[in-house]
């Protein structure tokens, strides 16, 4: 293992200067900015929302826009994050969830946060190899990742204190760059974020300085308030704080990119996003079902002792787990108990799917079921009290299957080369890494997708002056005849 990163080393030394050169002649600089739980809806319908949008509203009127992005299911945070970085899915990367499948709570809540945890090659890597400099603000999955050079990994441990500045200090790279930022000593100490919004500011300025200080080819940014904010209080319309705070996040957006173009005036602008959301006003909680069966026995103190099956929830849909994958009478017991309870439609539960139908809709790797939940519900974790939990008020949640319309995505992509107004349709989440490499000018095999057409096409017929070099060209289309045959799932986007 050893050896082979030093030989890959070794090898990317002796071929840097080459590539470094022929990789910026040829691609044009990426900044990709996340706006957790960004619906399409939010900026299409701006207007009917009373949002002022203007940094959005003017990248959809001088790029290209995605009507919707199908994202991945569990329509999750971390799953769907690092397919935008890998365009594969999560059975491929590995990313099946957020938190660490932990019936037991041994982990103490850990998520899954570490680079190292991507089993396929990232735009990081393909950008690191072609001699790029990248540079990265919380994004989900990076903590360590040895192909970001400017490096402020999403990492926490009570996200409520903060102690936690003290760990992103440490696992935050290169050593020295945050303590020249003004504002970021105290990040996850709740008292100094007082706005949904506070925590993006800080990252903002900490993007600001990595664009100063690190030049990067590839900044990618993950901001999180409006996804907090819709967890607390539901989607939009009725979330006056979500729009403030996507108002904000909005400005936010203008002093990021404006940064950027001002180092690279031929940069390409990409806004994502990794879901939307549904209004919950209840919860299911399968594992209550599951203790009333005798499949999961709890201390005195209501922990958990030992479990035959445990449902692990995502939000708007569970992954139930066998401890032994091979106890067919569980199996079927734990079938036959999720058949009952979908039948009665106050429950909540939209689908049941089993074995590897679940795996590839989501469910954790392993899973014997995946229970996915309907609109206005969500999948609790509670092992003891009422199966259905109304809730007093209404909150937020997202990780249901992607064939939910309100779980869908966003794409917005501006710059030089990008088609003014441009209609990208109805866009797969996998085709934004093989795009956005395209764009770089790096190669990211692993991401077999079709890139995005982001210039306007010209017809086969039309005349080339090839006396003419195009100087700006947002390369994000792939030579006629190609794009099918490097699909895999042709026609299977919707
Ligand atoms: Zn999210």
């Known amino acids: 293992m050893r050896f082979r990163f030093l030989a890959r080393l070794a090898l990317a030394a002796l071929l840097l200067p080459v590539f470094a050169a022929s990789a910026r002649e040829q691609g044009q600089p990426v900044l990709l900015i996340s706006i957790d739980g960004l619906h399409p809806s939010y900026v299409f319908e701006a207007d009917k929302l009373g949002l002022r949008i203007p ?15 199908i994202n991945v299911s569990p329509t999750l945070t971390y799953p769907n994050h690092t397919t935008m970085v890998t365009g594969v899915t999560p059975v491929e990367h590995g990313v099946k969830s957020n938190a660490v499948f932990d019936p037991e709570g041994y982990e103490q ?71 020249k930022v003004e504002g970021v000593d105290r990040l996850f100490d709740v008292t100094a974020n007082p706005e949904e919004w506070s925590f993006d500011e800080k990252l903002t300025n900490v993007a600001l300085a990595m664009i100063g200080e ?3 080819d590839l900044l990618t940014i993950h901001l999180t308030g409006l996804d907090s904010a819709e967890h607390k209080h539901g989607p939009l319309p009725m979330n006056d704080v979500a ?21 690279h005036p031929d940069a390409v602008v990409a806004i994502v996003s990794d879901h939307g959301f549904h209004r919950v006003d209840a919860t299911i909680n399968l594992n209550v079902a599951f203790v009333q069966a005798g499949l999961i026995e709890l201390t005195g103190a209501g922990a958990v002792k030992s479990w035959k099956a445990f449902s692990w929830s995502g939000g708007g849909s569970a992954s139930v787990m066998l401890n032994d994958p091979g106890d067919t009478a569980t199996r079927d017991q ?51 009290g009422d199966l259905v939990r109304r809730q007093a008020r209404t909150t937020g949640a997202h ?25 990208l349709g109805t866009v797969d989440i996998r085709q934004i890494a093989p795009t956005l490499a395209a764009v770089l000018g790096v190669s990211l095999p692993t991401a077999t ?31 006629p005849g190609t794009r099918t045959s490097r699909s895999p799932h042709a026609g299977a986007g919707r």
Do not use: C
């Open 214 to 216: 690190g030049k990067p």
């Open 399 to 423: 990780g249901y299957r992607n064939t939910h319309p309100e779980m869908n995505s966003s794409l917005f992509v501006v710059g030089p080369g990008v088609e003014a107004g441009r209609h």
């Open 55 to 69: 940094t959005l509203r003017g990248i959809v009127r001088q790029g290209a826009s995605a009507d919707r992005v």
């Open 449 to 479: 997708w079709p890139p995005l057409e982001l210039e306007e096409q010209v017809a086969p017929a039309a005349p080339v002056d090839v006396a003419t070099p195009r100087r700006h060209s947002a390369r994000g289309h792939p030579t």
């Open 334 to 384: 734990v079938e036959a108990i999720l058949a009952a309870l979908t039948r009665d439609p106050a429950n909540g539960i939209a689908t049941v799917l089993s074995g590897e139908e679940a795996e590839r809709n989501g469910a954790l790797e392993g899973a014997a079921f995946l229970v996915d939940a309907k609109g206005g519900f969500s999948m609790g974790n509670a092992l003891a």
């Open 109 to 179: 809540g850990a998520w899954n946060w570490y680079g190292s945890q991507i089993r396929v090659p990232t735009l990081w890597d393909a950008a690191k190899a072609s001699g790029l400099t990248t540079a990265s603000v919380l994004w989900p999955v990076s903590v360590a990742h040895p192909a970001i050079d400017y490096n402020l990994p999403e990492y926490w441990r009570t996200k409520k204190r903060a102690s936690d500045s003290h760990l992103l200090y440490a696992v935050s790279t290169p050593r020295g760059l945050l303590e």
């Open 243 to 263: 729009k403030e705070t996507l108002e904000r996040t909005d400005a936010m957006i203008g002093r990021i990119a404006d940064a950027f173009r001002a180092l």
